[in-house]
Nanobody, 127 residues
Framework: QVQLVESGGGSVQAGGSLRLSCSAS????????MGWFRQTPGKEREGVAQ????????YYSESVEGRFTISRDNNKNTLYLQMTSLRPEDTAMYYC????????????????????WGQGIQVTVSS
């Protein structure tokens, strides 16, 4: 059974930085497309970034392009999201997600593509 556990969230002032980590267990080694999503109350879960197994391909939503960086360490079974120049509108619950087996990434991250989800971690950015 694959389990994903996020860490590194918290509260920060606008302009600050945070790094989220997602530790995966139940894998021999991290495989397939992985992504980060976020959600605020009353809104749909939004795909923020995703990265291919080889790390050669990454996608960012327009709202975070140039400020967030997704990366992964397959040997450590860990996915990361480095967030800089944070804005109050980045405040959300952040979730890491993994596709089943070794499936690659679709052109953009969409919820139905991802089978495994973390429990989520809160990021709060104050102005």
């Amino acid at each position: 059974q694959v389990q994903l556990v996020e860490s590194g969230g918290g509260s920060v002032q606008a302009g600050g930085s945070l790094r989220l980590s997602c530790s995966a267990s139940g894998y021999g080694s991290l495989r397939g497309c992985m992504g980060w999503f976020r959600q605020t109350p009353g809104k749909e879960r939004e795909g923020v970034a995703q990265i291919s197994e080889s790390s050669r391909s990454a996608y960012y939503s327009e709202s975070v392009e140039g400020r967030f960086t997704i990366s992964r360490d397959n040997n450590k079974n860990t996915l990361y999201l480095q967030m800089t120049s944070l804005r109050p509108e980045d405040t959300a619950m952040y979730y890491c997600a993994a596709r089943r087996f070794a499936y690659g990434c679709s052109p953009r991250p969409v919820v139905p593509d991802f089978t495994f989800w973390g429990q989520g971690i809160q990021v709060t950015v104050s102005s």
